[in-house]
Structures are given as C-alpha cells and as structure tokens.
C-alpha cells in the first residue's frame, strides 16, 4: 500500500490556497511558511493511516490555529476581579483615557528634545515639570522611569559616599525583595540607621548628624503599619532640624496622592502637596499608584537640587520615555480641578465609587450559568483593596460574585485562558470576582468572560463522561 503520507499538498500548494493571501499580508510569508511546515511536519509524524490531518483543508486549519497562537502577545489586556485597585502584578493603575490618547500620539515624531520656540535642542525633563510645581508648590521637578529611582537618583547626587539616616522604622522592603538599605548603598550612600523600630525621635536624628552626613530620607512605610507603642516626628519637626543643621532631607512618598480631600474616609497619609508645604526639600513618589497615571518616578522640590539631579550621569540610565512623558502630562493634567481628576482617572474613581453603587453593578450584570454546569453564582458583598503599597490593611466595602458548585481552581485557570483574561480570587472554596475593579463596560465583559468559562467546563465535563 502506497504510504498515504506521499499525498500530502505541497508547500507551494499551500501557499497558493487562496486564504494564505490575507495571511500572508499580515503576519509576513516567512512566518506563514513556518506555520505550514509545522502543519506538514506534524502530519508526517503521525503514523495512523487514517489521519484527518493530511487534508489540505485539515493542514491549513492547523497553520491558522499556529499563526493564530504565535501572534498572540505575552503582554495582554486582562480584566480584574481581584478587588484590587493597583494591583501590581496587573499594571497597577488603568490609564485615563486622554492618557492613553496621547501615548498614541506621541508615539510618533514629536518635540521630546526639541525648543519649538528656538528650533534647538531642548530637554526632555522640561516636559511635565510645569503642571508638577503648579500643582504642589515645588520650586522644579523632574521625571525619573520610576519611583525607586527617584530616589536612588536624590541619594546618589546628595549623598554619595557619605552616610544617609533613615529611621529603623522605615527601613522597609517593597515589591521583588528590593530593601530600602539596598538601594542607599547601591546608590553610593551608607546607610546609618536611628531610633528604634517602633519609635523614632528628632532628637535622635540630631544624635545622629556629624560632618559625614549627606542626607536625611524620611521613607513612608506604605506596605506595612506599626501600631501601639509607636512614635516619630512631624515632617515639619524634622524638614526644620535639617534646616538648622544644613542637611538636605527628602521624602519618600511611596504611592504619592496629591491632596488627601481626593480620598474622602480614607486613612490620613502623607501626600505631595503637604509633604512639600512641611518644608522638605524634595519629595519623590509614584506616577502609576494613587496619581493614577504611567509607571514613572516623580522628584519635586527645592530649584537648585532639582538642577543638580538634572546634571548627573546617572539620569541617563534613568530616563523616562516619551510616550510616559506624554501619558504623565495628560494624568497631571486632570489635576487641575479636583472634581474632573474624580471623574476621569480610573483609579480615583474605583477608589470613590460607593459600595451600594458597586453591588448594583453587580446585581445587574450577574452571569447566569449553564445548568449543566452544577455552578451557582451569588452576589455577595466583599471586601476590596487599594493596593500598590497604600493604606495597608484598609479594607473598601465592595460587592461582587461567589461561584460555587464547581472546581474553583479549574475555574479560575479557565478564565486566565480565555480569549479575554478574567483574573478573580478563591476564598473558603468560592472563585469570587470582586465588580470594584471592573468598571463601566468591563463589568459586562467580564460577566460574559465567567459564562463562557462555564460553558467550556461543562462541556469538558460532558466529554469525560
């Protein structure tokens, strides 16, 4: 018998079938031809001589399933149901959309590092630092990748070689194990710690500056609380010992709200505006947590050492991108009037959005499973979370949906896989996905997304039977 692998089409058959065209115009020949030899490859492999591969309407199906699969980017739009405001292993905070709109049109050409009034070059460190110091008060500002290395850039310049005190109390750890010590020391300063884990005095920070003092870093705890016998100075105590003594201080803010009448109810914390007004000499914080906007380190404050950061070599290895540039700009810019920064950054919004109003987004969009499913879904009320290192421990009234009667892990591995990612959380044998990080649209997309992922399971089910 003739080895009916022999009558396989040939790769020009294949590429002369009449739906390759489109493909090729999109994904390139190369990668087309690619596809078919892996289709053609495994057909050969396969042995059974009655193999429903072989036909060239099997073997193109094959290549467009592999074209399909190669194309797919890693990095994809997923929809939270964690509860979880700034989640981090999700993008932390969701873009404006006038941010996002930007970033598209500064993909293209555009003035980064051009005086449009001079037809020189320009800086890209001018961008952003106008709205920055319009909305804080800072004397200049400039825009770092992100916020660690803000902070890495102010002790590198004010402090290199020389000791920085930090309290024990704040010597914290943030995400991927990176240590406040680590990154002073990487930086090129010596770490001396003062006080006590649990408190902190002025006096022990006068204790502690002699002629080998370079700076004095306040570090917000914002991923972890102390509580009970617990204590350390104003930030205006301590901006004025740096004052009398001659020592520059800076302010890590972590997360970096604003203004706190942003967040009405929520824990007191310290923001930009009144980390600046208490007289430090320059504050850092984050562009993606609280301020809702793109990854980036922000660095306001004092005129002159804002210049002196401008001038050092390592703001090179530490440059922000143009179209974050552009994103920031467009974020601070809905600052300007409160109300319209409530309504227009995601982040805020979720954050402000009434428990009441949440669970009526849920009620509405509730998913109904299929029957054969066995799965029951609830409205439930739950707890969320803001996330990104702010307000440890604060937990948001939230509602959401309980699915139950089901392999949960299955569940949840089904709705990663899906066209549309739904990430949600298990809880006491429950897949909950929590409606406060779903906002508007994405609350009945993700309704549709858990649905399909029922109806895949139960049709597994079927078929196992």
Not at 13 to 36: F, N, Q
Not at 58 to 82: F, I, K, M, Q, Y
Not at 218 to 231: I, L, M, Q, T
Not at 372 to 393: C, K, L
Request: glycine share 10%; hydrophobic share 40%; charged share 25%.
């Amino acid at each position: 018998m003739t080895d009916p692998r022999r009558r396989l089409p040939s790769m020009d058959a294949l590429l002369g079938a009449p739906e390759v065209a489109p493909w090729i115009d999109r994904y390139g020949r190369e990668t087309v031809k690619d596809s078919l030899r892996r289709a053609l490859d495994r057909a050969r492999a396969d042995a059974d001589p009655d193999s429903e591969r072989r036909g060239p309407d099997d073997l193109l199906r094959a290549a467009e399933r592999d074209l399909e699969a190669r194309s797919r980017p890693s990095l994809r739009r997923v929809l939270n149901g964690t509860g979880v405001v700034l989640h981090t292993n999700l993008g932390r905070a969701p873009l404006a959309d006038v941010a996002g709109r930007a970033q598209a049109e500064a993909a293209g050409y555009g003035n980064v590092e051009l005086s449009l009034a001079t037809g020189r070059r320009g800086s890209r460190y001018d961008h952003c630092s106008e709205v920055v110091c319009e909305l804080t008060g800072a004397g200049a500002a400039i825009i770092a990748n992100n916020n660690a290395a803000a902070v890495a850039l102010v002790v590198n310049e004010l402090a290199r070689g020389r000791e920085v005190l930090v309290s024990r109390g704040e010597l914290v750890e943030i995400g991927g194990t990176f240590r406040i010590p680590d990154v002073v020391g990487r930086s090129g300063g010596r770490l001396r710690e003062v006080g006590t884990t649990n408190r902190t005095r002025v006096s022990d920070y006068a204790a502690a500056i002699d002629e080998s003092t370079g700076l004095i870093l306040r570090v917000h705890p914002s991923n972890y609380r102390v509580e009970g016998f617990s204590a350390r100075p104003p930030l205006a105590a301590l901006a004025s010992l740096a004052r009398e003594r001659g020592i520059p201080v800076a302010h890590d803010l972590g997360s970096g709200l604003l203004d706190a009448d942003l967040l009405p109810g929520f824990p007191e914390g310290p923001t930009a505006r009144g980390s600046l007004a208490a007289g430090v000499d320059l504050a850092t914080w984050s562009g993606d947590k609280l301020l809702g906007g793109p990854q980036a380190g922000i660095i306001a404050g004092d005129a002159a050492l804002i210049a002196r950061l401008r001038r050092n070599p390592l703001l090179r290895a530490f440059r922000v991108d143009k179209t974050t540039l552009a994103a920031l700009e467009a974020t601070l810019m809905l600052y300007r009037d409160s109300d319209l920064a409530v309504r227009r950054v995601p982040a805020l919004r979720m954050l402000r959005e009434p428990a009441e109003a949440v669970e009526a987004r849920a009620a509405a969009a509730r998913p109904e499973p299929p029957p054969r499913s066995g799965a029951r879904v609830d409205v439930i009320r739950t707890e969320a979370m803001v996330g990104g290192g702010a307000f440890p421990g604060f937990a948001i009234p939230s509602a959401g949906w309980a699915v139950t009667g089901i392999d949960v892990e299955r569940l949840a591995a089904e709705c990663r896989g899906g066209p549309v990612p739904l990430i949600g959380r298990i809880e006491r044998a429950a897949f909950i996905v929590d409606v406060r990080t779903l906002p508007g649209e994405e609350t009945a997309r993700a309704a549709d997304a858990l649905a399909s992922a029922l109806d895949r399971l139960a049709d597994a089910g079927r078929r196992d039977v």
